[in-house]
């Protein structure tokens, strides 16, 4: 050991190579499971966050060591994190190296599965497998359609090991969506998110933004400054938005319009909406204008991550027009969410209707790992300005 020391010059002593190897250890394998669990969810894309997963868990064992004060190597630290970033980019091609073969029954439901995305659907016109590759069989299983001798054929493939899944299912696990076409079908009562976990991520939102102020604050400054050059008025946009349980509050934001931009009543941002400053397109572009709302998270009103509170006017429209709107009042509203990092922004009803069941999706799904598979989402969102308007 003392000879590789002056050699390798990535630890001091045995005591420090121990803790490096055990806080090496630990952040691959929560990093890999994590990783794993990630890739459950839809958009086929989790190459793009395996480096700033990685990156989370690695910094948070070199913050263990700091804040216990126990000896360690950096430099072992880093060459851990670039070992477990390519064995975890190696599962992930060798766990997804293409996209999944459906094949599917053209009745009810499932009559136009090939239109679902991050999949190679192949039509099934008799009870019969036309090729050997298929991944699993896709059909409405609720359909009259299915007879005797349709069913006699999924039962068929079942015994011989071929999956047989139900479209719903297969359409939510595609497409990050949980579509309402009837109260009794969706089992809402299963959307109710677990009241472990909200209690566990209202810790973790106030740990957060604590640590995030810091950062948050100067360039904040920065660009309060920035709108006040530009065309004077208020710097802070505060409107009255729905949240969690219907509840009104007010939400703060760095105006990023013209002042008085709606004077004459609220409605959707649009792209290229003249409203917008030059500052403004800027902010909305990098996410800069909701900072503010680590305020909001500060008082409870909202979380770090959740669906986006809307205005009281819009959402009353809303409410009359799309089924099981308010459902999603659920869950606190977030400065980030599912329905952005994977759509963007909603200009019209139809793009509304979307987002509301990507808000679904989300509150059945409500866990730690897809609040930061979002986050590293709105990472790239920042810097790719993905759906800002």
Known sequence: MAVLDPILGFYQGKEAFTVSILLSGTAHFFNAKSLYVLSNYPGRTYSIVTLPHTFFWYFGSWMTAKFFNL??????????????????????????????????????YAKHAEHLPNAVWIRLTEPKLIQNNITAIVADLHDPNLDAQWQHFLAQQTLNGMPVYHIRRVEEVLTGRVKIRHLYENELGSLLPSPTYALIKRILDMVLVVFSLPIALPIMLIAALAIKYEGGGKVLFIQNRVGQGGKEFRLYKLRSMAVDSEQNGAKLAAPNDTRITRVGQFIRKTRIDELPQFFNVFKGNMSLIGPRPEQQALVTEFEQRLPFYSYRHIVKPGISGWAQVTQGYAGDENETQIK????????????????????????????TGFGAR
């Open 71 to 108: 000896p360690y190597s950096v430099w072992f630290l880093f060459l851990g994190g670039c070992t477990s970033l390519a064995l975890c980019l190696a599962g992930i091609v060798y766990r997804n190296p293409n996209k999944q073969i459906y094949a599917y029954l053209p009745f009810g």
């Open 356 to 383: 509301i069941e990507h808000d679904f999706y989300y509150i059945k799904h409500f866990s730690f790992s897809l609040d930061l598979l979002i986050f590293f989402k709105t990472l790239k969102t920042i810097f």
